[in-house]
């Protein structure tokens, strides 16, 4: 154990070295010293982290920590980007993204203190069902809601300023989508028709999925957001998929959101606007246009370019010509500074944080904790997807922001909060079982039960015996005539209803593995030879 906790020490201090160097080179590189208030700051922060690690130790000591040091190491290496953006617009967004990352890593550490059993999540599934909602759409509402850069996804507070409550309903929807998953399984899981080798769902099970569509759907048309759209119903297609095992789900949910971006797309201007620039976007037309423009697709491709395989370095590129590069493009403004081997780099960060909460949902014994891990898992991998891919021109724009690295307050919260649940999971599935809870425990209590019941059959297949001889001498006695000997058959029939009669005893938690022939043979049972002979088994009795 503490060769374990030395090594995830030197992680962590591996991680924080990683960062500080980034820092260390990049304003020495832009500015020719370190700033004081950054250095005071940054030192704050990675007291916070020790303090967390330490935290982990104390509250959750079987949690995978490798989790939050590849968090941190994205972290870093985003504000240090977006404090190199600073350098050439004169802005303070960098120092402010720290102050937000200093309240994730407060309410993350309260996350892992206080809750004990992630399962009491589980409770409040319709509230959070509520909650989630209410976030979702609160956008739209006259007073608070706020349109930038064509989406209406913002809420403005005044004093605050405006966060992104979709960030936040994601977790609640999530918890939401696990309970009623859990719940319903079984229903779920029930085929229908089989079409093309594909066994199709029941009619009557798609009403879940035609609601979740019709949200989605509804997201898409009046906030003017694909991003937040599609990342809602593929969390809740992909935990469907996980909950019934069938991938006709996944088919139906592909179908039904291509069906309605299609429509949506021709119906709706700014989703045309989005294909458009994403199939042509070197086209003088679309770069060239005011408003839905290729302007900053074909800009962050350039950037991309520049980079090439090593990258410009640190402080040697010009990341600041992308529109809006510290948080919807910080992916291109890495690539450009970094190269294709940093980018390479960050995604394989993403792809250790993907696998640690996939083996965590597969290890996990609770299927409301498999759930849980594997839609929160599969909606960070979905984002990471969709913002790389839009891009790289995979796909189209989505408007989403690269989680951990781009600049924005609710982002950052909500995905610490993510990552926080992922490590109280993690510490449930590599807790080691007690042995009251172990299947050996188990099976050898059930068949010390089982011995004790044989036994006490025994016992009592005797006391038959010997009352029946008893009442049959007694009436011999009473009636003055020869002794006759009682039946075998009749003696083990006695027996066997006095055993029938007892109360058996209470079954284990788990099915045990299948028993010895031996345990509840025929032969075990026994038997008392015949007048002729013959041995009449007590399964026969």
Same mark, same amino acid.
């Given at each position: 154990?503490?060769?374990?906790?030395?090594?995830?020490?030197?992680?962590?201090?591996?991680?924080?070295?990683?960062?500080?160097?980034?820092?260390?080179?990049?304003?020495?590189?832009?500015?020719?010293?370190?700033?004081?208030?950054?250095?005071?700051?940054?030192?704050?922060?990675?007291?916070?982290?020790?303090?967390?690690?330490? %935290?982990?130790?104390?509250?959750?000591?079987?949690?995978?920590?490798?989790?939050?040091?590849?968090?941190?190491?994205?972290?870093?290496?985003?504000?240090?980007?977006?404090?190199?953006?600073?350098? +050439?617009?004169?802005?303070?967004?960098?120092?402010?993204?720290?102050?937000?990352?200093?309240?994730?890593?407060?309410?993350?550490?309260?996350?892992?203190?206080?809750?004990?059993?992630?399962? !009491?999540?589980?409770?409040?599934?319709?509230?959070?069902?509520? $909650?989630?909602?209410?976030?979702? %759409?609160?956008?739209?509402?006259?007073?608070?809601?706020?349109?930038?850069?064509?989406?209406?996804?913002?809420?403005?507070?005044?004093?605050?300023?405006?966060?992104?409550?979709?960030?936040?309903?994601?977790?609640?929807?999530?918890?939401?989508?696990?309970?009623?998953?859990?719940?319903?399984?079984?229903?779920?899981? !029930?085929?229908?028709?089989?079409?093309?080798?594909?066994?199709?769902?029941?009619?009557?099970?798609?009403?879940?999925?035609?609601?979740?569509?019709?949200?989605?759907?509804?997201?898409?048309?009046?906030?003017?957001?694909?991003?937040?759209?599609?990342?809602?119903?593929?969390?809740?297609?992909?935990?469907?998929?996980?909950?019934?095992?069938?991938?006709?789900?996944?088919? $139906?949910?592909?179908?039904?959101?291509?069906?309605?971006?299609?429509?949506?797309?021709?119906?709706?201007?700014?989703?045309?606007?989005?294909?458009?620039?994403?199939?042509?976007?070197?086209?003088?037309?679309?770069?060239?246009?005011?408003?839905?423009?290729?302007?900053?697709?074909?800009?962050?491709?350039?950037?991309?370019?520049?980079?090439?395989?090593?990258?410009?370095?640190?402080?040697?590129?010009?990341?600041? %010509?992308?529109?809006?590069?510290?948080?919807?493009?910080?992916?291109?403004?890495?690539?450009?500074?970094?190269?294709?081997?940093?980018?390479?780099?960050?995604?394989?960060?993403?792809?250790?944080?993907?696998?640690?909460?996939?083996?965590?949902?597969?290890?996990?014994?609770?299927?409301?904790?498999?759930?849980?891990?594997?839609?929160?898992?599969?909606?960070?991998?979905?984002?990471?997807?969709?913002?790389?891919?839009?891009?790289?021109?995979?796909?189209?724009?989505?408007?989403?922001?690269?989680?951990?690295?781009?600049?924005?307050?609710?982002?950052?919260?909500?995905?610490?909060?993510?990552?926080?649940? %992922?490590?109280?999971?993690?510490?449930?599935?590599?807790?080691?079982?007690? +042995?009251?809870?172990?299947?050996?425990?188990?099976?050898?209590?059930?068949?010390?039960?089982?011995?004790?019941?044989?036994?006490?059959?025994?016992?009592?297949?005797?006391?038959?015996?010997?009352?029946?001889?008893?009442?049959?001498?007694?009436?011999?006695?009473?009636?003055?005539?020869?002794?006759?000997?009682?039946?075998?058959?009749?003696?083990?029939?006695?027996?066997?209803?006095?055993?029938?009669?007892?109360?058996?005893?209470?079954?284990?938690?788990?099915?045990?593995?299948?028993?010895?022939?031996?345990?509840?043979?025929?032969?075990?049972?026994?038997?008392?030879?015949?007048?002729?002979?013959?041995?009449?088994?007590?399964?026969?009795?």
């Amino acid at each position: 154990m503490m060769v374990t906790r030395l090594r995830q020490f030197g992680l962590l201090l591996f991680s924080m070295l990683i960062c500080g160097v980034a820092f260390f080179q990049m304003f020495e590189r832009t500015t020719g010293g370190f700033p004081h208030n950054y250095l005071w700051m940054l030192a704050f922060i990675g007291a916070l982290f020790l303090t967390s690690w330490g %935290l982990l130790l104390r509250f959750q000591p079987y949690a995978n920590q490798a989790i939050m040091c590849c968090v941190m190491v994205l972290t870093g290496t985003g504000v240090m980007m977006i404090a190199r953006i600073d350098q +050439d617009l004169n802005t303070s967004v960098a120092f402010k993204q720290l102050l937000w990352l200093s309240i994730a890593l407060v309410l993350a550490n309260l996350l892992v203190i206080f809750m004990k059993d992630y399962r !009491v999540l589980r409770r409040f599934s319709y509230v959070s069902m509520v $909650i989630g909602l209410v976030l979702l %759409l609160s956008p739209m509402l006259p007073v608070v809601g706020s349109e930038q850069y064509g989406a209406r996804i913002w809420v403005k507070i005044p004093g605050l300023g405006s966060f992104q409550p979709s960030e936040f309903a994601k977790l609640f929807l999530a918890f939401f989508f696990a309970s009623y998953l859990y719940d319903h399984r079984d229903q779920l899981a !029930v085929g229908g028709k089989k079409v093309l080798g594909l066994q199709l769902p029941r009619i009557k099970d798609l009403g879940p999925i035609i609601v979740v569509w019709v949200v989605s759907m509804g997201v898409l048309v009046v906030q003017h957001d694909l991003g937040t759209s599609l990342m809602f119903f593929a969390m809740f297609v992909s935990m469907l998929y996980v909950a019934t095992g069938r991938t006709s789900w996944i088919v $139906i949910g592909f179908i039904a959101f291509a069906v309605g971006a299609f429509a949506a797309a021709n119906i709706f201007s700014h989703v045309g606007a989005r294909v458009d620039a994403w199939l042509h976007p070197f086209d003088s037309a679309q770069y060239n246009k005011e408003y839905g423009g290729s302007y900053q697709l074909v800009t962050g491709i350039f950037g991309l370019a520049s980079g090439g395989l090593m990258g410009t370095g640190l402080g040697q590129g010009h990341p600041s %010509l992308t529109p809006i590069a510290n948080s919807d493009y910080i992916y291109a403004a890495l690539g450009e500074e970094l190269g294709l081997t940093g980018l390479m780099a960050i995604l394989m960060l993403y792809l250790l944080i993907i696998a640690a909460g996939m083996i965590t949902a597969m290890k996990i014994k609770d299927g409301f904790g498999k759930l849980l891990a594997s839609g929160l898992v599969f909606t960070m991998a979905f984002q990471v997807f969709t913002v790389v891919g839009g891009i790289t021109l995979v796909i189209p724009l989505t408007g989403l922001t690269l989680p951990y690295m781009a600049a924005g307050g609710s982002s950052l919260i909500a995905n610490y909060m993510l990552a926080a649940l %992922l490590v109280v999971i993690s510490n449930s599935a590599n807790k080691p079982e007690s +042995d009251i809870d172990s299947d050996t425990f188990q099976y050898e209590a059930m068949q010390a039960l089982r011995a004790r019941k044989q036994s006490r059959a025994s016992r009592s297949v005797a006391s038959a015996q010997s009352d029946a001889q008893s009442q049959a001498v007694s009436q011999a006695a009473t009636q003055d005539v020869p002794q006759v000997a009682v039946p075998a058959a009749m003696q083990q029939s006695q027996a066997t209803e006095i055993i029938s009669a007892e109360t058996p005893v209470a079954g284990m938690p788990i099915t045990p593995p299948a028993p010895p022939s031996n345990v509840f043979g025929a032969s075990d049972m026994p038997s008392t030879p015949s007048p002729s002979g013959n041995t009449s088994e007590g399964s026969q009795a």
